[in-house]
Structures are given as structure tokens and as C-alpha cells.
């Protein structure tokens, strides 16, 4: 990740071949994600290239008033994986103003209300529903093949935040036993949840780390 960082810096000063390895390396990649999300959201292959275009441009081209979109990857995920997070974000915006859109035109013979009264709140609109069936259904599939006393030992340390010594007082065993076991489950977790990703949507093409950013994407959207 480091290195991702050291090539976006460099891109953003004025390093062509640092730009261009960027394109190179994510362009088709993220395009080909993104497409798959917005014809989910009945999006056209012209509006999904257009936003890519425009992320495209926006991550290089800052402005007196506005700084290069690049300039806010701070190098913690992957650059792949915060690409496809930020487009997400401006498809999910452009289905929305494009829902809207349609709803104005079909109510605009028949209703009297100030068509202001009709913008949708953002906390009523939801995120791409396929892409949450997607991950719900990969990650639903995973965790049903997980040990169940395992996922509990999981859900007690990283939601509970239960030390592991105390677990491994409780069981009777070494604290690296535990640890063991909650490393074992999460590799498991991860590795099956990729697999259903692939069978479920092989176009799809989501490594873990973009998954875990996609998810916290939707849970935010879901959650206002």
C-alpha cells in the first residue's frame, strides 16, 4: 500500500508515468466493477463510462477551488478498492437523481405540489439492492460453514470487546490458542466468502479488502 501511496504523491506532482501506470493498472479494472454495479442500477454503459470519466478526471484535476480527488488516498486499502468505493458512491448518486427524474416526469400532469416537495430525502433512498444481496448472500453462505463456537468466540472479542486472556481462562487454554482459533475462522470467513462472491457474480471481480470497504460503504448508506 505504500508504494500505491508514493505513486499517487508522485502522479499528483506532476509525474506523467506515475499517472499513467495508475490508468493502466486500475482504468479497466475499476470500469469493468463499476459497469457491473450500474447495470444493476439500470444505469446505461454510457452513464457508467461518463462517471468513471469524470472520477477519472476529478482524481488528476484539481482546481483553484477544489483539490485533486486523489489527494484524500491516505494509502490504508488498497487504490483499487477506494476507486470503486468512491464510484459507487457517485453511481448510487446518479441512480437517485435519475429515479427522481423519472418520478417528476411521471407525476408532472397530475400533481399540483411544488416539485421541490418531491426530492427525495437521502435517508429514505437505498443503496444498489443487488450489491447488498450480493454481499449479504456471499457473506450469509460463509459464516453457515463457519464452527459455531468459533463464530462466538468472534462475536464476543470484536463486538464485545472481550480480552482473549479471559476466554482463554474460561476454556482452559492458551491465549494463542484462542487467537489461533479466531485467526483460523477469519481466514475461513474470508476465503468462503470470496468463493460465493465468484459463483454468485463472477463479474464482479472483488478481492476481500474491497468487499470489507464495500460493505461499511452500504452499512453507512443504510444507515444514513
Not at 485533486?68 to 476507486?83: N, Q, V
Not at 468512491?86 to 411544488?114: N, P, W, Y
Request: net charge negative; charged share 25%.
Amino acid at each position: 500500500m505504500a508504494n500505491e501511496l508514493q505513486t499517487v504523491r508522485a502522479a499528483l506532482f506532476g509525474d506523467s508515468e506515475a499517472a499513467a501506470e495508475i490508468h493502466q493498472k486500475h482504468y479497466a479494472s475499476v470500469l469493468g466493477a463499476l459497469m457491473n454495479r450500474g447495470t444493476a442500477m439500470q444505469l446505461t454503459r454510457s452513464e457508467v463510462e461518463e462517471c468513471v470519466g469524470d472520477l477519472w478526471s476529478d482524481c488528476f484535476g484539481g482546481t483553484n477551488s477544489k483539490s485533486a480527488l486523489l489527494t484524500k488516498f491516505s494509502g490504508d486499502g488498497s487504490l483499487r478498492a477506494w476507486l470503486i468505493t468512491v464510484g459507487l458512491h457517485r453511481l448510487i448518486d446518479i441512480a437517485r437523481r435519475k429515479r427522481f427524474h423519472h418520478d417528476m416526469a411521471a407525476h408532472e400532469k397530475t400533481s399540483s405540489l411544488d416539485p421541490m416537495d418531491k426530492i427525495p430525502a437521502a435517508d429514505v433512498l437505498t443503496p444498489d439492492a443487488d450489491l447488498v444481496s450480493l454481499l449479504r448472500s456471499s457473506l450469509k453462505n460463509a459464516l453457515a460453514r463457519s464452527n459455531r463456537e468459533y463464530l462466538l468466540l468472534l462475536y464476543l472479542v470484536y463486538l464485545h470487546g472481550i480480552k482473549q486472556r479471559a476466554l482463554a481462562d474460561i476454556y482452559g487454554c492458551n491465549e494463542s490458542t484462542v487467537s489461533r482459533w479466531l485467526d483460523s475462522t477469519l481466514e475461513q470467513i474470508r476465503a468462503d466468502t470470496l468463493r460465493e462472491v465468484e459463483i454468485l457474480d463472477s463479474a464482479a471481480g472483488l478481492e476481500w479488502r474491497e468487499i470489507v470497504q464495500l460493505c461499511h460503504t452500504i452499512n453507512q448508506e443504510l444507515n444514513g
